[in-house]
């Protein structure tokens, strides 16, 4: 879905590429349950509910102008298998049903914190982390060797087009690293 068909503000965005990514990393399929966490303006949340048939998305969201973005697009796109829960992970967690996916965009400095909760909900659960800052891809990558969790990393840097007298452009957007780790194995993978 193109970044500008969302109500923004002033929330930061999953851009439009590295969503996608996110995305097909996060292997949804009909009957998921998704959590977003850190939502921002829900980019996530909505494309993955009108992606996948069946999926429930809540969209973990702490900051009150967020939270008002999200509810504003997710009745924008009529995705009403998204909800958004206005709250701090991972003690929003609570009342939630069990998910079978998490997408990590924002957590507060809390990263290892919300990781744990999430998985004593469910060990098996798929989850992708996105993080800009080296700081944060230092504190991912020590949570995983303590665990000894093999995880997928990518790092991912896009640039976008702008026209300027006359010619185009190109503005490199922020490099984004894009972690995945757990989930069910692939009915299509080889047996040994």
């Not at 349950?33 to 998305?57: F, R």
């Not at 060990?123 to 303590?146: F, K, M, Q």
Request: a negative charge; hydrophobic letters at 45%.
């Amino acid at each position: 879905m193109r970044d500008e068909w969302f109500i923004r503000g002033r929330v930061p965005m999953t851009k439009s590429e590295v969503r996608a990514i996110s995305l097909s990393r996060l292997e949804l399929k009909p009957g998921a349950v998704l959590y977003d966490v850190g939502a921002g303006t829900g980019s996530v949340s909505i494309e993955a509910a009108l992606s996948i048939p069946g999926c429930q998305v809540f969209a973990v969201e702490r900051k009150p102008e967020a939270a008002e973005l999200i509810s504003r697009n997710r009745e924008k796109f009529h995705a009403g298998n998204v909800t958004v829960v206005e709250g701090t992970a991972p003690e929003a967690f609570a009342s939630l049903p069990i998910p079978t996916h998490a997408f990590l965009g924002g957590t507060a400095g809390r990263m290892g914190e919300i990781l744990d909760r999430l998985l004593e909900k469910n060990p098996a659960l798929r989850v992708v982390i996105n993080v800009i800052a080296l700081e944060s891809l230092a504190e991912i990558t020590a949570w995983l060797n303590r665990r000894s969790i093999q995880a997928e990393i990518s790092s991912v840097q896009t640039a976008r087009g702008r026209l300027a007298a006359g010619y185009h452009l190109m503005e490199g957007q922020n490099p984004v690293y894009i972690l995945s780790f757990g989930g069910e194995e692939s009915p299509w993978a080889e047996e040994s």
